[in-house]
């Protein structure tokens, strides 16, 4: 039980950590949101009051509720609705406009309802919870100043045995908040790690897990839009060679286990940081975000070709790669890398294979 609340309390500290610029303009909106239903059913429940005067004369003490109400309302949307704020800020605004309201309201649900258990402050305290998203001593914090507050209130408009209720359904209202919160989050968590997930899915082949085609370029595009005149990338495109061959002498799973294999390598040589996608059958790219010593470009296919040629998988073996790449320190786009690199690749294969070129260039 103890490790579940600390994981709770864990999952909690960590969605906030690295939602907090969300958090703040949510938190605000829900607090208009908030704001704006409480106005329109104190606008019917006026209503009501005023058609029927003699039935309910004791709701006329909601009255000073409803204009503390009002007032936050038209200080938030004059003040504060268009307004973009830190999670700090819009912790502080939002506690603050929770507590003037849940207090209004539960003081004197407190003094008309002098001979009943409390009811709207408790459900007041687990709304709560739905609605407002901080750390959970934050929120703990909060909870136990206004159920403070609100008993004080209470214990000098109730009997002392109503008083005793009330204080028990606060303390199990807090409960139930804590535990209810910590159930959304953990749902928040899981939902956002299936989006994850499902977004890694869309991006990756599945059969290697790099990149595939489509989010290799558009995460290129991204970066060589960013990038800065006279910095370096270089871009590599590697083709197995004659692997048609080993499909048809091995098998397909055979052939499925060389790109796996291929990919691994890629892995191994490149930095993680650095863009490696599958784009075709037998087809590679890798693009390498910034300068590499001197020598290193060509050491690097070196070290990718002999580990693939002296590799044996199925009884398959000998297996080699031609390789084309080009250095780009022009902001060239993506279709020119492609193209410059492509140029360079069949050169490689047009010279005998199992070899690289640079840019044209053996």
Not at 83 to 93: G, M, P, Q
Not at 131 to 141: N, P, T
């Amino acid at each position: 039980m103890i490790e579940k609340l600390y994981e709770s309390y864990d999952d909690n500290n960590y969605f906030v950590d690295s939602n907090k610029k969300k958090l703040a303009h949510d938190n605000l909106a829900v607090v208009g949101g908030m704001l704006t239903f409480f106005v329109f059913i104190s606008i019917i429940f006026v209503a009501i009051a005023l058609a029927f005067a003699n039935g309910v004369t004791p709701y006329f003490k909601f009255f000073p509720a409803i204009a503390v109400l009002l007032i936050v309302f038209c200080i938030f949307n004059h003040f504060l609705k268009e307004k973009t704020f830190s999670f700090d800020v819009a912790r502080v605004i939002s506690l603050i406009i929770y507590g003037i309201v849940i207090l209004s309201f539960s003081i004197a649900d407190a003094v008309i309802y002098r001979d009943s258990r409390s009811v709207f402050f408790p459900l007041a305290v687990v709304m709560f919870s739905a609605l407002y998203i901080d750390y959970l001593r934050v929120r703990l914090v909060f909870k136990l100043a206004i159920i403070v507050v609100y008993l004080i209130v209470d214990y000098h408009f109730k009997s002392r045995m109503l008083f005793t209720f009330d204080v028990t359904v606060a303390i199990l209202a807090l409960f139930a908040s804590y535990f209810s919160y910590a159930s959304m989050i953990s749902m928040s968590l899981s939902r956002r790690e299936d989006s994850q997930q499902l977004v890694k899915k869309s991006e990756t082949d599945l059969l290697t897990g790099l990149l595939n085609k489509v989010s290799f370029e558009e995460k290129c595009d991204e970066y060589l839009s960013k990038k800065m005149a006279g910095a370096k990338c270089t871009m590599f495109i590697f083709d197995l060679d004659d692997f048609k061959d080993v499909n048809d002498h091995y098998g397909h799973q055979t052939g499925d286990k060389v790109l796996k294999l291929f990919s691994e390598i890629l892995k191994g040589y490149f930095h993680p940081d650095d863009l490696i996608g599958r784009i075709g059958g037998d087809e590679f790219m890798v693009l390498v975000l910034g300068d590499m010593p001197d020598g290193y470009t060509e050491r690097r296919c070196r070290s990718v070709l002999h580990e693939l040629k002296t590799t044996q998988i199925d009884g398959a073996s000998g297996i080699t790669c031609s390789i084309g790449i080009v250095e780009d320190t022009q902001r060239m786009t993506f279709k020119e890398l492609y193209e410059k690199s492509d140029k360079a690749l069949y050169k490689a294969k047009e010279g005998g294979k199992a070899r690289y070129c640079i840019d044209g260039v053996e």
